[in-house]
């Protein structure tokens, strides 16, 4: 017999960040009039919690002891909208990180009596507000050198991707043609490149910082000539092993030479952390300190749907089965997050501009090596992405096909596993 009766659930979500920098001072001596700078090193760090929440799923009636055995209490919850998705990004002197928490308890009637418990991490994937579709953008700009002194002419780059949306590992195509006609100087290179900005906040220091995630380059292109269309992509870096990421802490956060760009996270929307992501299309003219014609388009990287292994039940197990009990988590009072980023995408993927005259991803009869492409329609989205019974227009909304992603959750022994 165990001196307690009511089955309990706490969901946690928090965001946690900390920024390390360098502050100059400057000091006089009052005496002779002299000035000394000294350097130290500031460190901030910030938190936020979005959800937290304690459920009773089962209370068991008859007094205050539970009977041996065994049982099982299935449960399942609905995510709030607008809460930030899983996140763990570390670079020199900057931590960045969401996460999510789970515990299912057995309250004592006596508070000196250990608790039984279990407690573990689960993933929320933030779910895409945009449109998932092909996207197109043409660019002009005029080409300088040391800033005006000297004018080339107009470079024209356009960049046609076949959708706005990817997970880790993915690979991005694009169909990519430079205009160079107007202009007097070579094209030198013509690269493909994601982009991501991440903008960190902890109490008082903000940093924003622009890192190049993946790129490849194609030959240029001769002064007064126009490229024929060119496919390139790109192929996104995996995704982190969140379970071994959380574990790490904060190591190595002084060391610069220990980040690089193995992995990639997800577009993220939180009160500290903002995470976008940019598809870059980049024509870069031959020619002494002078600009680079970029085509920009904003994306969406969201982490791959995960799905847990088949666990086998430990021997003689035969629990007692209770009824299942369902809920609604809840944000907590004044979290409110940026609203997210909006494409601003014209009907049928087409962005506002000038063409240059290609035919883009959007015309269906060029997507001839994409089977999973809708008849009639412009999406194309990869098996398994989420999945072609998901296949739709609208944002990434996980199989309920709404607006709240779908975790997987394991709770201690037997191994039972719960989806909410």
């Known amino acids: ?38 350097h130290r090193e500031v ?28 049982y099982e209490f299935p449960f399942s919850f609905r995510l709030p909208d607008g809460i930030p998705g899983t996140f763990h990004q570390q670079e020199y002197n900057l931590s960045a990180s969401i996460y999510y928490k789970i515990e299912g308890f057995l309250e004592p009637a006596d508070s000196s009596i250990p608790k039984l418990k279990y407690k573990n991490l689960f993933t929320v994937r933030e779910p895409v507000r945009e449109a998932i579709q092909s996207v197109n953008k043409v660019t002009n700009t005029e080409v300088v050198c040391c800033g005006c002194c000297m004018r080339y002419g107009t470079v024209g780059i356009s960049a046609s991707f076949e959708r706005n949306t990817y997970c880790p590992s993915d690979e991005a195509k694009a169909i990519v ?13 013509i690269a493909l490149e994601l982009r991501q900005v991440i903008t960190v906040k902890a109490k008082s220091r903000t ?3 622009s890192h190049s995630i993946v790129s490849n380059s194609v030959a240029g292109v001769k002064a007064r000539q126009v490229a024929e269309p060119r496919l390139n992509s790109i192929r996104l870096p995996p995704a982190p092993d969140l379970n071994a990421v959380f574990l790490e802490g904060e190591k190595r956060i002084r060391d610069a030479k220990a980040f690089s760009n193995k992995t990639i996270n997800s577009t993220t929307n939180g009160v500290l952390i903002q995470s976008k992501f940019l598809l870059e299309a980049k024509a870069t003219p031959d020619a002494c ?4 014609a970029v085509s920009s388009i904003p994306c969406h990287i969201v982490y791959p749907d ?23 988590a809840t944000v907590i009072s004044g979290y409110a997050p940026p609203i997210p980023m909006n494409t601003n995408l014209m009907p049928g993927g087409m962005q506002q501009g000038n063409s240059m005259g290609i035919n883009a991803y959007p015309s269906p009869q060029q997507q001839p090596s994409y089977p999973n492409a809708q ?34 959750v394991k709770m201690g022994n037997p191994g039972t596993y719960n989806q909410a």
């Open 177 to 189: 043609q430079v205009d160079n006609k107007n202009c007097s100087k070579d094209v030198s290179s």
């Open 207 to 209: 940093e924003t910082r």
């Open 289 to 292: 300190c002078s600009n680079t």
């Open 1 to 38: 017999m165990y001196p307690g009766s009511k089955v309990n659930l706490k969901l946690k979500g928090k965001e946690k960040t900390l920024i390390i920098w360098t502050e100059s001072v400057t000091e006089t001596d009052q005496q002779d009039g002299t000035s000394r700078t000294n």
């Open 306 to 328: 995960y799905r847990f292994p088949v666990v086998e039940a430990p021997p003689n197990w035969n629990p007692q089965v209770m009824n299942p009990y369902n809920f609604s």
């Open 375 to 408: 008849p009639g329609g412009n999406v194309v989205i990869q098996t398994g992405y989420p999945g072609p019974q998901q296949q739709q227009q609208n944002a990434y909304p996980g199989p309920q096909q709404n607006n709240n992603a779908l975790i997987n």
């Open 43 to 70: 460190e901030e760090k910030d938190s936020a919690t979005c959800l937290k929440q304690t459920v009773n799923i089962y209370t068991f009636p008859g007094g205050q002891y539970l009977p041996p055995g065994q």
